[in-house]
């Protein structure tokens, strides 16, 4: 984007966010009118008045769905505020301690509606304290927007959903962004970032402990001499609170990392590096903390008499990929570390020793318990393991054998070394069988259902989130764009419960 551009669309948007949020506030017995940007009520609204004073609403410049809430009130008391529109049931916020200064940040909107906002006294029997209006801006092109195709809402688990999108081709500009959409398909957030030769942020994370957004962003191949972070966290509001050490690096270079970018429990950020050895690709794993120090690395090449049979994804190509690490994680204590290479199998290690516990797939060391043409993942993608240690969950390309796609659960057992097939999905009774060579997640929610990422597909095919029940029902699913210039592929998603009240569906 030229500088004069840049200029033009900053403009644009500023006439954009003084049309378009104009907000009303009153209290009891008195009304402020009509404003602009920033509503501040009359200044004779002091305590003689009510209970309540300096009521302001302002827009949200980094989000147009959102917008912050500020007031206060002649004593300490805590309160609840409630924001919907005539489209759109909304959502309750309360506090969790009394004060005299009070602050909301009221997000998860749609685009362009009217919201009504009440602030009431958080008792036994709420007091209506005042009441403001809002209006919601569009959201930007940036975000290509998907579609809803099925929402069975009764078996469905309520909450946002957090992605990013990649074009194919990767020709067609695609602005970095991540963004959420609730179980009605709607745009609800997102974040946008601008710096210059970016790709795409990758691996978004919401962190329930600090209500924050953890990401990496995966450079373009421009950014190899460019100084910039690869690594962010952010609040709800927009606001970059932290970032990676500036490097200048690229996607998939040595000094860099690639697919995957976490943040773990204690505080400390763990990704996959590659290594280049002659024609050899493999990787590393590393953990680092905030300031890029090193804490702890391993890679595949430290141990050649475990792993001692280097072979190639393709002899005919001109780099030999060997390991292809798509996934590491730990054990919230950091005792162990979970990897996989997804042509290999998925491993255990000790990450005091550094010694290979267990490797789980074909010709691994757990003997397979069910009757399967099939019975270990291919090429597998993202695994996880449930929150009790008993089962993993794979999204399973399969690439090599099957040349479909499924997810796939084992129960497995450390001390008798065995695992039985728990769950299986790949859509053949529903005569929709897909295959995704790369990309794709599956993930376990609240309510027992599992999320899933449908990858990289190809035409006349959509890349999709849905939602599956235990019975292999299809409750929700979410289609991207797809058109004759390009379509929206997904790499993973992410559903959670925000921390928000919500009061019921949309109305539309």
């Not at 410049?61 to 529109?85: H, I």
């Not at 304290?129 to 919601?136: D, I, P, Q, W």
């Not at 590659?274 to 903390?289: F, G, L, M, P």
């Not at 529903?430 to 794709?440: I, S």
């Amino acid at each position: 984007m030229s500088h004069f551009s840049l200029v033009l669309k900053i403009v644009v948007l500023s006439l954009f966010f003084l049309i378009s949020c104009e907000n009303r506030i009153s209290v009891p017995s008195q009304e402020t009118p009509d404003s602009g940007h920033e509503v501040i009520p009359d200044e004779d609204n002091t305590s003689e008045n009510g209970p309540l004073y300096d009521l302001k609403v302002t827009a949200n410049d980094k989000n147009v769905l959102s917008c912050r809430l500020a007031f206060s009130t002649t004593e300490e008391r805590k309160t609840f505020v409630k924001y919907y529109s005539e489209k759109h049931s909304g959502y309750k916020i309360s506090e969790e301690t009394a004060k005299s200064e009070h602050y909301f940040f009221l997000w998860g909107m749609h685009e362009n509606l009217d919201y009504k906002i009440e602030v009431y006294s958080d008792e036994p029997e709420p007091e209506l304290l005042a009441t403001a209006e809002f209006h919601s801006g569009n959201i930007p092109d940036s975000i290509v927007k998907p579609y809803l195709v099925a929402n069975d809402r009764e078996f469905v688990q309520p909450g946002f959903v957090l992605f990013s999108q990649l074009a194919e081709p990767e020709s067609v500009e695609m602005p970095p962004v991540i963004f959420m959409v609730d179980t009605e398909g709607f745009v609800v957030w997102y974040f946008e970032h601008y710096l210059a030769g970016y790709a795409m942020i990758s691996d978004a994370d919401y962190r329930e402990d600090t209500q924050t957004i953890f990401a990496g962003i995966q450079k373009e191949f421009s950014m190899q001499d460019i100084p910039a972070e690869e690594g962010i966290e952010i609040d709800l509001e927009g606001n970059i609170l932290w970032k990676s050490k500036d490097i200048a690096s690229y996607y998939y270079a040595e000094n860099s990392w690639h697919h995957d970018y976490r943040l773990l429990d204690d505080g400390t950020i763990l990704f996959i590096q590659a290594v280049y050895q002659d024609k050899v690709v493999t990787d590393r794993i590393v953990n680092v903390d905030r300031d890029y120090n090193e804490l702890w690395s391993w890679g595949y090449l430290d141990s050649l008499d475990y792993f001692d049979d280097i072979t190639c994804a393709d002899d005919e190509s001109e780099w030999c990929d060997w390991t292809h690490t798509n996934t590491a994680f730990t054990d919230p204590e950091k005792r162990f570390l979970y990897i996989n290479p997804r042509r290999l199998g998925f491993y255990k290690m000790d990450m005091e020793t550094k010694e290979i516990l267990w490797k789980f797939g074909k010709d691994g060391d757990f003997a397979m318990l069910s009757e399967h043409e099939f019975p270990w993942p291919d090429y597998p993608h993202d695994p996880k393991i449930r929150k009790d240690g008993k089962a993993l969950l794979f999204y399973d390309n399969g690439w090599n054998e099957r040349n479909y796609s499924r997810v796939i659960e084992y129960i497995y057992d450390e001390n008798s070394m065995t695992a039985e097939i728990s769950f299986e999905f790949d859509a053949s009774e529903l005569d929709r069988k897909w295959f995704a060579p790369a990309f794709g997640d599956a993930d376990y929610l609240e309510n027992g259902n599992i999320f899933v990422t449908k990858g990289m597909v190809g035409l006349p095919e959509n890349s999709s989130l849905f939602e599956l029940t235990r019975d292999g029902r299809v409750v929700w699913e979410l289609y991207t764009e797809q058109n004759d210039d390009f379509m929206i592929e997904l790499y993973n998603a992410e559903k959670f419960v925000p921390p928000l009240e919500f009061l019921g569906e949309s109305l539309l």
